[in-house]
């Protein structure tokens, strides 16, 4: 038991400190006293028995609901909006009546939501997205999140025959599986590469290749039209070109390069596969590949300097449509490039396909209506609420075969859909950078030197694999395994 | 009489004493005792861990190389500005031609021009400097092909060698306005005759500001020195805004950022808290320094 207990302070140290500050009247430790403001002092969290146990079961009702229990559900109001959960809203309430239903759509994660984790009283369902997201390692290190296997386990609402589990695209739950458990539910499902403009390709004659000589070969000849081959924006997002680094290397090496990254296995960084696509994508560098002043550029100034032709292709995720909708003229046509094959002696084919998903959402384990929030997850993942989250966003769902073979009138949906398909159970990720924060930071600052010329391949892997050492070393973080 | 001068002076005091301590002094004292914590965030238990927090702080490169970023800026911002802010309050003021103690032809649109900087939230500054740091479309860089200075151009937030500089800048074009109102009104009030006197004795506008108006200036600049100081120890808004990840090379990264980082990017409020706690008694220190280091007697005039 560790209540908070300010007597501990020796009573001369806190009242000195406290005169001086208060003397000064001033406060150089904004963030650190807003956020505490409510933190200590708060009630203790009931920590016995759990509010998950399942009432009665039935075909109806196989996660064991109770039928009137109210449902707060908080859903990341971003890229895609709130609306969407409305609908889902909507169904469970057909299915339970007597249960009141509270939509919060919200911006700021954290800030809104700490307290009530604090306090003991976290709600039902939370959409945790954003960039004021909470860390997901932080809530299931301290048990406050509920693992979802009776969940994946229940029968899924389209075919009772088939899990929920079974209805799930592949590596939809790789993001947040720790150590074996699935922890929360990423909803969209992210198809990562590079993205051009099928219209200014097409106007030029050219093809989006399937080897990476090809691509050098197209850079070569965007170079000689005038138009920059590549662009990034080195001032946030240099880590965006991480993942088609990443994507060289697992078709050349196979997925264990990806996984022994992750495990922290000795030298992974520097393993033969990881040197080859880190000189692949150094040589764009040197070529003079890159549009200039990218490094001084945000994602937003580089993605639009993307859509207005200056440069030809963007590595990213599949939101970017959405992100860029309204800046991004009419008949661009954006599409997805798959990352063409480093060799020909790959180990995977060339439609193999980094995958991510995102919008993850949690069932607090403190929450008083547990079982009516992995109720709430399984209403989404039925066909018809994926399937009107995609026509609504235009973003793919974790959801097999929910919306495939549709566009609703948008090339990169159409393109983002194709490429799933065709990479099958041929998709990968990495997953060190949620793992271990310390690596997300060193990340995006050693692949910004690369991508700046300011290290080669070698310098840059060498730089990974040190801070990987670094976290192998260190006793107090916690370790995770795939 | 004097219960009840007592009972009132209590009574007043009460109600803003109470909303002090409850929101200045008791988070004040909560961040000290999360920092004796390993606290995570989202808890109602924080693990007492007593200095570990501190020691680790200690042998932390990444704090360190933001505390020296922190102190390149301590020195720069409040040398820089205070420098521009007294030759602008100085021009505007006693800068006319000898002969007459007022300021240039025009000085009051001025004025009100080089304050305007300073009323602009950190944020809209922040997106406004983005636009101008544009290595692409941005107008300096434009500028500066036009004057055929292409040479200079650069790439003002991506690297490393200029990045914390380009920043700096913000921050002084930010400050100048403000400690230009603040030195004009300061000079307003030394009487015009000692000017008239140095004028007749012949000395320049040089010595006359040297030897006139700095030292009739010194308490003035103390304060100043302190608030730009505080702001350079802090510099939070800006930088998180330009450079969220610590800038091109880790070259930007600053406490306040670390700080913020350890606590919600890696989930560490102790030791945010630690930081935190660490950041205040720095900056306790540098107001201490000031006023300890250029303590004079005050001249009366």
């Not at chain 1, 956020?35 to 509010?51: I, R």
């Not at chain 2, 219960?3 to 005091?13: C, W």
């Not at chain 2, 988070?27 to 999360?34: D, N």
Request: hydrophobic share 45%; proline share 5%.
């Amino acid at each position: 038991m560790n209540k908070p207990n300010l007597n501990t302070v020796a009573p001369l140290t806190r009242r000195s400190l406290l005169r001086t500050t208060g003397l000064l009247g001033i406060a150089a430790v904004p963030a650190v006293s807003l956020l505490s403001g409510c933190a200590t002092g708060g009630s203790d969290a009931s920590s016995g028995t759990s509010p998950a146990a399942a009432g009665a079961t039935s075909a109806a009702n196989p996660l064991g609901v109770d039928t009137s229990a109210p449902l707060e559900v908080y859903v990341f109001k971003g890229g895609y909006g709130d609306d969407y959960a409305k609908f889902d809203e909507a169904i469970y309430k057909k299915s339970f009546p007597k249960a009141t239903i509270t939509h919060n759509g919200i911006q700021q994660v954290q800030t809104e939501l700490q307290p009530r984790f604090v306090a003991g009283n976290p709600p039902a369902v939370i959409d945790n997205s954003g960039a004021s997201a909470m860390v997901l390692g932080t809530l299931v290190g301290n048990g406050q999140v509920t693992d979802l296997s009776d969940l994946l386990k229940a029968p899924s609402i389209d075919d009772p025959s088939k899990t929920v589990a079974d209805t799930l695209l592949p590596g939809a739950l790789t993001a947040t599986t720790f150590d074996g458990k699935v922890m929360a539910l990423p909803y969209v499902y992210t198809a990562y590469g590079f993205w051009y403009s099928q219209s200014l390709f097409q106007k030029n004659g050219w093809e989006w290749p399937t080897t990476w000589s090809g691509l050098v070969t197209l850079a070569g000849k965007i170079k000689a039209a005038g138009i920059s081959p590549f662009a990034y924006g080195g001032q946030t997002a240099p880590d965006y070109f991480m993942q088609p680094l990443i994507s060289l290397a697992v078709k050349l090496g196979g997925v264990s390069t990806v996984t022994d990254i992750d495990n922290l296995k000795a030298g992974a960084w520097q393993s033969e596969p990881m040197q080859q696509a880190a000189q692949a994508i150094a040589a764009l560098v040197k070529n003079g590949w890159m549009m200039s002043g990218s490094a001084g550029l945000t994602h937003t100034q580089a993605q639009t300097s993307w859509v207005q032709g200056k440069a030809a292709i963007y590595p990213s995720g599949s939101w970017i449509e959405a992100e860029m909708k309204g800046i991004t003229p009419d008949g661009f046509d954006m599409v997805l490039g798959t990352l063409p094959s480093l060799t020909a002696a790959d180990q995977l084919p060339v439609t193999a396909l980094y995958t991510g998903a995102s919008e993850k959402y949690i069932v607090p384990a403190q929450s008083k209506n547990v079982r009516g929030g992995l109720e709430f997850l399984r209403i989404m993942l039925s066909q018809s609420a994926a399937t009107h989250f995609s026509e609504l966003t235009h973003a793919p769902t974790v959801v097999k075969g929910a919306a495939s073979g549709q566009d609703f009138g948008s090339t990169a949906f159409g393109s983002v859909t194709k490429a799933i398909t065709a990479a099958g159970d041929n998709t990968f990720m990495y997953l060190f950078p949620s793992w271990y924060p310390t690596m997300a930071t060193a990340l995006k600052t050693e692949i910004g030197n690369l991508l700046a010329g300011r290290s080669d391949a070698a310098g840059f892997l060498k730089k990974m694999q040190a801070t990987a050492d670094a976290v192998t070393a260190d006793s107090s973080i916690k370790k995770y395994t795939r | 009489m004097g219960h009840g001068k007592y009972r009132i002076i209590t009574l007043f005091l009460a109600a803003p004493l109470t909303l002090y301590g409850v929101f200045v002094l008791s988070p004040f004292a909560q961040a000290f005792y999360i920092s004796l914590t390993s606290w995570t965030g989202f808890t109602a238990a924080q693990p007492f861990v007593g200095l570990a927090n501190y020691r680790k702080l200690a042998s932390d490169p990444g704090f360190w190389t933001a505390l020296e970023h922190n102190a390149l800026l301590l020195v720069a911002v409040p040398l820089v500005t205070i420098a521009l802010g007294l030759f602008f309050a100085s021009t505007l003021n006693v800068g006319a031609s000898a002969g007459t103690v007022k300021g240039v032809r025009g000085a009051g649109p001025y004025q009100k021009l080089f304050f305007l900087p300073h009323i602009l939230p950190a944020v809209i500054t922040a997106v406004l400097w983005q636009f101008l740091y544009n290595p692409q479309l941005g107008p300096i860089n434009s500028a500066l092909d036009a004057v055929g200075l292409g040479s200079l151009k650069a790439t003002w937030l991506g690297d490393p060698a200029v990045a914390l500089w380009s920043l700096a800048a913000i921050m002084v074009w930010t400050g100048v306005g403000f400690y230009v109102v603040l030195f004009s009104a300061a000079m307003q009030s030394i009487p015009k005759d000692i000017y008239e006197a140095a004028d007749l004795d012949g000395s320049s506008r040089a010595q006359a500001m040297w030897r006139i108006t700095l030292p009739l200036l010194r308490e003035t600049v103390q304060v100043a020195w302190i608030y730009l100081g505080i702001a350079a120890l802090d510099a939070f808004a800006l930088f998180e805004v330009l450079l969220p990840d610590g800038g091109p090379d880790n070259s930007t990264n600053v406490v306040a950022q670390y700080l913020y980082q350890a606590a919600f990017q890696n989930g560490e409020f102790g030791y945010a808290s630690a930081i935190g706690v660490v950041l205040c008694l720095l900056t306790l220190l540098m107001a201490a320094a000031t006023f300890g280091l250029s303590r004079r007697e005050t001249i009366e005039f």
